[in-house]
């Protein structure tokens, strides 16, 4: 994305207003300004070989004022000497401290490199770790330092499955499957941070619920839309659509496929759910929320109605991309 | 100044052949990042529409800070300039065929130091036209009998075909070197490239 993320011709075509999507609007438009400010106060500060990115919720120009930023550091060996690296992702997650954000070093805690991360995918070495960084590069991945270097990585992240000369597919399943497996892993990560990691259940519940749904579902739709492209087409296509936020990327495969009106329900329930996370009161009440008193919470019942409009705009989708692309839909998507 | 190992070597320049079509590169998005855009807060494409073609100043533009951050963000692609050097190195000539602020070459310039890579400038900010003008196209024209335009932006694969150009669409993650190659394929030259589905 060049610039901030234009939701308005899509509301109109939708017959929203800005009313409908205020949050969506909100989200986008501090998004931008929170990468344009970073990228002015980070300028040269990794070196040529290394790039920074931005990845969750700031990557896909959804981002709040409460929302963390999930740091990526990417070099490239023999461009880039690992402990300069290393130190350039200390250096950066310092520079955005001092600025108030909350820097995880979860995932992200460590720069990597990117023959790591396609040097054996789908292997033994392979981990949940160079998945997770293959997949946000891919379509929530916002430079924060070195734009140069930031496009060469994902061209090489995109170029790994568009380049196997025998496992890529003529659909580029070898991308969709890993797409496919990266949800499935957040899925159950859930399960393993809340039952064994100690940690919060609710956000994490209501962000399965929605924008790791979303994410996915406006995967199978993007894809479903390139398996009717010409095949000379079809990579380009997809290449162009990955980094597009999900609400975007859903209407761009929907709307050649008769099914743009579909999208009107899932921009108005994402937009509450963006306003639960932009709001400091919901998300306290919601780390708080134990969850044997979850029906007795009012915000919990309210968001979860909301998860279930959601669940209903999804479902639509799907149904729609039964109707119009059965085929890929059901040996890709299911089987 | 760029470093890179694959063009650190580029002082043995090819002998370029006025036979061979002309490769004209576009700049960011293609050989170079950021966009403008990227770094400034509330982008004013109007503003940007007069910069680009020269008729108003970087000052007129945005503010001091803004102009010396995009400095500092501004970086040529290695892995590109790569592809760049192995095309002249079968002796067609390059161009750089930007829509850019004149007050920013400069900074391409020192960047790219003394590689000898590009055999013409062909800059909006100079020329007083933008891609996708038909203007900017037949300037190119005017270069070589034969053109291929190598662009991220789909309009100008379509405007440098109306043109008689030659397109090759630099589409992300896409295998750029093996189409350019194929456009520049003797008895290639013609049609746009035919990835711009919509």
Redesign the interface.
């Known amino acids: 994305m060049r610039g901030p993320v234009d939701y308005r011709p899509l509301l109109t075509e939708l017959g929203l207003t800005d009313a409908d999507a205020v949050h969506v609007l909100e989200a986008a438009a501090g998004s931008h300004t929170r990468l344009a400010e970073l990228r002015r106060l980070l300028a040269g500060l990794v070196p040529p070989g290394c790039a920074a990115f931005a990845l969750g919720s700031l990557g896909r120009h959804e981002s709040s004022a409460l929302s963390d930023l999930d740091l990526a550091v990417v070099y490239r060996r023999g461009a880039c000497d690992p402990d300069a690296a290393r130190s350039a992702r200390e250096a950066v997650a310092a520079v955005l401290r001092r600025r108030g954000y909350d820097v995880p070093d979860k995932t992200f805690h460590s720069a990597v490199a990117l023959d790591d991360l396609l040097g054996d995918i789908g292997g033994r070495g392979d981990s949940n770790d160079h998945l997770t960084y293959r997949a946000l590069l891919l379509t929530e991945g916002a430079w924060l330092a070195d734009a140069a270097d930031a496009a060469a990585v994902v061209d090489a992240v995109f170029g790994a499955y568009a380049g196997g000369a025998t496992t890529r597919g003529r659909y580029l399943t070898s991308l969709s499957n890993d797409l496919h497996r990266y949800y499935r892993t957040i899925c159950v990560d859930y399960r393993f941070k809340v039952e064994n990691a100690g940690k919060h259940w609710a956000v994490r519940y209501f962000k399965l619920r929605h924008s790791r749904k979303l994410w996915h579902l406006a995967n199978l739709a993007v894809f479903c839309r390139a398996a009717l492209l010409p095949d000379d087409a079809r990579d380009g296509w997809l290449a162009e659509m990955l980094p597009q936020p999900p609400l975007l990327r859903t209407a761009e495969a929907l709307r050649p496929l008769g099914g743009l009106p579909l999208c009107a329900g899932l921009v108005t329930a994402y937009d509450a759910f963006l306003a639960a996370l932009a709001d400091p009161d919901t998300r306290g009440a919601l780390d708080l929320l134990a969850y044997d008193a979850r029906e007795a919470s009012p915000v919990f019942r309210r968001l979860r109605a909301g998860a279930e409009r959601f669940d209903v705009a999804a479902t639509a989708v799907v149904g729609h991309l039964w109707q119009r692309s059965p085929d890929h839909l059901v040996r890709y998507g299911l089987l | 100044m760029i470093?890179?190992?694959a063009f650190k070597n580029m002082s043995e320049h090819p002998t370029q052949s006025a036979d061979l079509p002309l490769v004209a590169f576009d700049l960011i998005g293609v050989l170079?990042?950021?966009?403008w855009?990227?770094?400034?807060?509330?982008?004013d494409r109007e503003r940007w529409h007069r910069l680009r073609i020269g008729a108003i100043d970087e000052d007129a533009f945005w503010d001091r800070?803004?102009a010396a951050?995009y400095r500092?963000?501004l970086?040529?692609?290695?892995?590109?300039l790569a592809l760049v050097s192995r095309v002249r190195a079968r002796g067609h000539r390059i161009a750089l065929a930007t829509n850019f602020a004149s007050a920013w070459l400069a900074v391409v310039r020192e960047r790219l130091g003394d590689a000898g890579l590009v055999d013409h400038w062909v800059c909006s900010g100079e020329l007083g036209v933008a891609k996708p003008d038909p203007r900017f196209w037949a300037h190119l024209r005017g270069l070589a009998s034969a053109v291929v335009v190598v662009d991220d932006q789909r309009d100008n694969i379509e405007a440098a075909r109306v043109a008689g150009l030659t397109g090759v669409?630099a589409?992300?993650?896409?295998?750029l070197e093996a189409r350019l190659l194929a456009a520049l394929a003797p008895g290639a030259a013609g049609p746009a490239d035919?990835?711009?589905?919509?």
Request: with cysteine.
């Open positions: 470093d890179d190992q170079a990042e950021p966009s855009r990227e770094i400034h807060g509330a982008p800070d803004a951050a500092a963000c970086r040529l692609r290695t892995d590109r669409w589409l992300p993650g896409g295998d035919r990835r711009l589905a919509r």
